[in-house]
């Protein structure tokens, strides 16, 4: 997420920082023209922000389209910076 001085924050920890892969595969491969659809968890507050996913691991990394969010802007306080 971005916070008010247009930061990206990260405000979780990714599923490959906690040992765990949703799909059990060790890589998932995207051809051309497919796509991924994700669950993410919302938020609910006042404060619009852009968020991204962050799909992969070490440096091999894909980020999502942005999207928005209504967060509290509380919630910027209980995560360090991070850039994405």
Known sequence: M??????W??????LSQELFCG???????IKPCEMI???VKH???????DCKLVL????R??????FSEFVDEKIFS????EDL
């Open 23 to 29: 799909t059990g595969q060790p890589t998932i491969y």
């Open 61 to 66: 990394v894909v980020y999502s389209n942005v």
């Open 37 to 39: 659809l994700s669950k």
């Open 2 to 7: 971005k916070n008010r001085q247009g930061q």
């Open 78 to 81: 209980f995560n360090d910076t």
């Open 9 to 14: 924050i990260q405000m979780e920890n990714s």
């Open 43 to 49: 938020y609910n507050g006042t404060f619009k922000t």
């Open 56 to 59: 992969g691991r070490n440096d």
